[in-house]
């Protein structure tokens, strides 16, 4: 009987969560961030600049910083902040890249560094040379 108890309250606990999806823009196939109860998930973010879509130039750690920044005002939008960030993965066109990406990107987490996975990938879109999604709480 007590089996049956604990799994309808988890069960109702799983079906009570609160799950909104935030439109990336018109024309694109994801969400920018999907927030469930307290979290956010924040889809990949490229160095791109937001008015006119174009990447930024200068590089891996120009394209970094955009790329966080990017990240940043999907946050704010949603009331949160790279402060409340707790994880991230950074997926690189040149792994050899990876200390200089390092180098933009320490400087935007000043009182924490969030756990992170790093890697190379074959390729990223619009030719960039980095993406960086994010996990984050939502502020309280």
């Given at each position: 009987?007590?089996?049956?108890?604990?799994?309808?309250?988890?069960?109702?606990?799983?079906?009570?969560q609160s799950v909104r999806y935030v439109p990336a823009g018109p024309n694109l196939p994801f969400s920018s961030a999907v927030?469930?109860?307290?979290?956010?998930?924040?889809?990949?973010q490229i160095g791109s600049d937001?008015?006119?879509?174009?990447?930024?130039?200068?590089?891996?750690k120009a394209e970094t910083a955009q790329a966080l920044k990017n990240i940043d005002a999907v946050l704010h939008g949603l009331g949160s902040s790279l402060d409340?960030?707790?994880?991230?993965?950074?997926?690189?066109?040149?792994i050899q890249e990876w200390?200089?990406?390092?180098?933009?990107?320490?400087?935007?987490?000043?009182h924490h560094l969030p756990a992170r996975s790093a890697f190379a990938a074959a390729?990223?879109?619009?030719?960039?040379?980095?993406e960086i999604?994010?996990?984050?709480?939502?502020?309280?």
């Open positions: 009987m007590w089996r049956l108890l604990l799994l309808v309250l988890v069960v109702s606990r799983a079906s009570a927030v469930v109860d307290k979290m956010i998930y924040v889809a990949g937001p008015a006119t879509g174009a990447l930024v130039p200068g590089g891996i409340h960030v707790v994880k991230c993965t950074a997926m690189l066109a040149d200390p200089a990406m390092n180098e933009a990107y320490v400087p935007f987490f000043p390729g990223l879109v619009r030719g960039a040379r980095v999604e994010c996990t984050a709480t939502v502020s309280q």
